[in-house]
């Protein structure tokens, strides 16, 4: 009789980890959190529980992008995997809570602890450049709320180049993917603001803008960063961390561009003010000089007709010396332009002359030019005039 091998309890906990990496491999996994703590500030232990079953759960502490208590319902991403002590647990990558109280205990959570990190502080917020001409936007490119952005800054002004990081918005993987979309526009250092948009959606759909990591690396990013994310009545960690928010993308595109037809009434409203400014001083200082001319005496007026009969001796004076002047340079151009017309090669040619152009050497062809022919000729003989 053949004796079956015999595995060592290591061993054999190792095929079972290996096989249940292969079978269960990033598995998610809802349920609610019970007996939830944190050993020696570095460890986070809790179980994850429904109605029938629980599951124990483990992951570092520095991996807890989302606050979470006993009660709450969650989403995690974990490999199951069984300890040394033959004790079944997941080991959790990610946590993300479920439903609208959940997400709203965990966001206020969070809000609080960087609310006193000063990561909300206006004064770390900075304003978006003037004269945009580059933006980076962040978004999935197949949603209709980045459709509307695009739609909406090529309406409006135009002439913005948008470089665009496709992204997920929503679910576990979208944090982990803006944030290297983030990292991504700040390396290249080639736009001047990054948008980050997202249009609306439930609770669970925009939770994914409450994770820690994402807020940390907005409020870190070396390049303004406006977020247009849900509806107006919606907030996130990403909204109240980035430099400036926008009540959706739509929204989010006319605060980056401008508007052309808003533009142009501005202008022509200036145009209007200047003209009404300038008509007003003249009909003041008409006003004025009015009053003036109807104070002062006869004297007064004697002497305005003759500083005025002295103005006007003096402007047919000097009309009489700019035409004078005129009637000269006319004189001087015609002479000059009779001397240019004298110079006229054609002049010569009309009158039976003729242009011989070329060396001149026996054997040699050189160019006779008239004034209606071009006529190359072969030089035979050449004799010194006498």
């Avoid at 602890?113 to 900075?126: H, T, V, W």
């Amino acid at each position: 009789m053949i004796e079956e091998p015999a595995f060592t309890v290591s061993a054999f906990l190792g095929i079972c980890n290996q096989a249940l990496e292969t079978s269960f491999s990033g598995i998610v996994i809802e349920g609610e959190v019970a007996s939830f703590k944190v050993n020696q500030g570095k460890w986070v232990f809790f179980d994850l529980k429904d109605e029938e079953s629980s599951v124990s759960c483990f992951l570092p502490l520095f991996k807890l992008r989302t606050p979470i208590q006993d009660g709450m319902k969650i989403r995690v991403k974990a490999l199951p995997k069984v300890t040394k002590w033959g004790k079944f647990s997941l080991t959790v990558n990610q946590i993300i809570p479920v439903g609208e109280g959940n997400i709203k205990k965990s966001f206020e959570l969070l809000k609080q602890k960087l609310q006193k990190e000063g990561l909300f502080d206006p004064a770390r917020k900075r304003p978006l450049p003037e004269d945009l001409t580059k933006i980076g936007v962040i978004s999935s490119t197949s949603a209709a709320g980045y459709a509307d952005f695009c739609k909406i800054v090529n309406a409006r002004w135009g002439g913005l180049e948008i470089q665009t990081c496709h992204t997920q918005v929503q679910g576990m993987s979208a944090p982990d993917q803006i944030i290297r979309a983030l990292r991504y526009l700040n390396e290249r250092a080639e736009v001047q603001v990054i948008a980050i948009i997202r249009g609306g959606g439930s609770a669970d759909d925009l939770a994914c803008f409450n994770d820690e990591k994402l807020a940390r690396e907005i409020a870190i990013s070396k390049i303004p960063v406006i977020t247009g994310i849900g509806h107006e009545i919606d907030e996130s960690l990403a909204d109240l961390v980035a430099d400036l928010r926008a009540s959706t993308p739509s929204n989010c595109a006319e605060m980056l561009s401008r508007d052309r037809a808003a533009e142009r009434r501005l202008v022509d409203a200036k145009i209007s003010r200047a003209s009404d400014e300038i008509h007003h001083h003249i009909d003041t200082a008409l006003h004025n000089v009015n009053n003036r001319i109807q104070d002062v005496n006869g004297l007064m007026q004697k002497h305005i007709s003759t500083i005025m009969s002295n103005i006007d001796n003096q402007i047919i004076s000097l009309r009489r010396e700019v035409q004078s002047k005129i009637t000269r340079f006319e004189s001087e151009l015609d002479s000059k332009l009779k001397i240019i017309e004298s110079m006229n090669p054609d002049l010569v040619l009309s009158q039976g002359y003729a242009i011989l152009s070329g060396k001149l050497a026996v054997e040699n062809v050189v160019k006779i030019t008239t004034l209606k022919q071009e006529i190359s000729a072969k030089i035979t003989n050449i004799k010194e005039r006498k």
